[in-house]
């Protein structure tokens, strides 16, 4: 029986320290968000949220330069965390504004004009554009932990064009998030605590092989 060695063990303990540390500090920054999720019904409380959705943005691209700094060789997952969280604090609180804004006007809008004559024309386009605006936030947060000092039209340009032209990696970070959330809707406990980061690095994983060569990263 072959043995494990030490570097296998060095390694399954940087990944496990990497998904722990990384879900205690995305919780922690998004603990509006979280609570909201929990303590409400989204039906009725579904402004808060869009507004927690977009403070939370800051910490899902300090997530992404964790996971970058962690691919680089750093140790550290706290460092790497908020040396993000405070170059990119700003910027991706807009990226995290602007795309849930879009998607809550769609989703509003779908719910709205559904009942309507005009609604089976209009909802999916409604929904496209919904789709779009989550993908295009995702790429651009992503982005962002590649090359802070992107220019914030160019870096919004950029991802909305790579949300569409590499869709089969849209799709996958979709569907993790899809996933993600039915895994929050069943056990929020272990969404929080384990699966978060999990789908934050298959999103990041995806976004930075679609952004390949359209950004110049920065050195961790």
Do not use: K
């Not at 990384?22 to 507004?51: G, R, Y």
């Not at 999916?124 to 982005?143: K, Y």
């Not at 979709?174 to 978060?196: D, N, Y």
């Amino acid at each position: 029986m072959r043995r494990i060695t030490h570097g296998m063990y060095d390694t399954l303990f940087r990944a496990a320290h990497l998904i722990l540390v990384t879900n205690a500090l995305v919780a922690f920054a998004s603990a509006p968000l979280i609570a909201l999720l929990v303590t409400t019904d989204p039906s009725l409380s579904w402004p808060l949220i869009a507004a927690a959705a977009a403070l939370a943005a800051p910490a899902v691209t300090a997530a992404f330069g964790a996971f970058r700094a962690h691919r680089e060789g750093e140790r550290s997952v706290v460092r790497p965390f908020l040396r993000t969280l405070r170059s990119t604090g700003v910027r991706a609180l807009a990226v995290g504004a602007a795309a849930a804004g879009i998607v809550t006007v769609a989703a509003v809008d779908v719910v709205v004009l559904m009942p309507t004559p005009a609604g089976a024309l209009v909802a999916p386009v409604l929904v496209v554009v919904a789709v779009l605006g989550a993908a295009t936030g995702a790429v651009a947060l992503a982005a962002l932990a590649e090359a802070p000092g992107t220019r914030f039209r160019r870096l919004v340009a950029t991802s909305a064009v790579v949300a569409v032209r590499r869709w089969p990696f849209t799709l996958a970070s979709l569907a993790a998030c899809v996933a993600q959330a039915g895994v929050f809707v069943a056990a929020p406990a272990l969404g929080v605590g384990l699966t978060a980061s999990a789908c934050l690095y298959v999103v990041w994983a995806g976004s930075r092989h679609s952004l390949a060569g359209l950004v110049q990263p920065v050195a961790a």
